[in-house]
């Protein structure tokens, strides 16, 4: 009896892992949803959860553009807070493919500031991408982005 026992609770951390290691690679539920992981992930330079929202067969190429443009924001003289973001636009192109527009802006807070709070808000400025269904989700296909240097901030601010 303890041996099935441990066997079960053994099998439970597994059946967790294997469910939601199935679910990563299903995609998110809409285009927007896609973009918005996107957007979290680069607001916090947080990698770990990018790369399921990139589309397999560009996986590696966006990821690379992903991490490039979190580079060029570190790069400023002053990192901002986080990156903020009004409601995506979506408009379905074809079966399984769309356009998903989102107005982003950088927002810098002073370090002991309560949570939420800014002391300034940069100007937002459009951000496109494409977003394509895949193994039934949402997966971003391509991104076009503003440069962070020269359009969120002044380009003499980057070193």
């Known amino acids: 009896m303890p041996t099935l026992l441990c066997l079960g609770i053994a099998s439970i951390p597994v059946v967790w892992f294997a469910r939601e290691t199935w679910a990563a690679g299903q995609g998110e539920v809409s285009p927007a949803a896609a973009v918005t992981v ?5 607001s916090n330079g947080e990698e770990l959860g990018v790369r399921r929202v990139l589309a397999d067969g560009r996986r590696d190429e966006l990821f690379d553009q992903w991490s490039a443009y979190r580079a060029e924001i570190e790069r400023g ?13 979506e408009q379905v ?15 810098w807070s002073l370090p002991d500031a309560p ?4 002391i ?3 100007e937002s400025h459009p951000w496109h ?3 394509r269904r ?3 989700g949402w997966r971003i296909w391509s991104a076009s982005l503003p440069a962070w240097c020269g359009a969120h901030v002044r380009a003499d601010t980057c070193a």
Do not use: H, K, M, N
């Open 77 to 89: 003289q002053d990192l901002p807070s986080r990156l903020t973001w009004g409601a995506a636009t």
């Open 38 to 42: 996107y957007l979290y992930a680069l």
């Open 129 to 131: 991408f494409e977003a």
């Open 115 to 118: 949570v939420g709070s800014s």
């Open 134 to 136: 895949d193994r039934g």
């Open 93 to 107: 192109e074809a079966e399984g493919r769309a356009a998903v527009t989102v107005d982003v802006a950088g927002v």
């Open 120 to 122: 300034l808000r940069g």
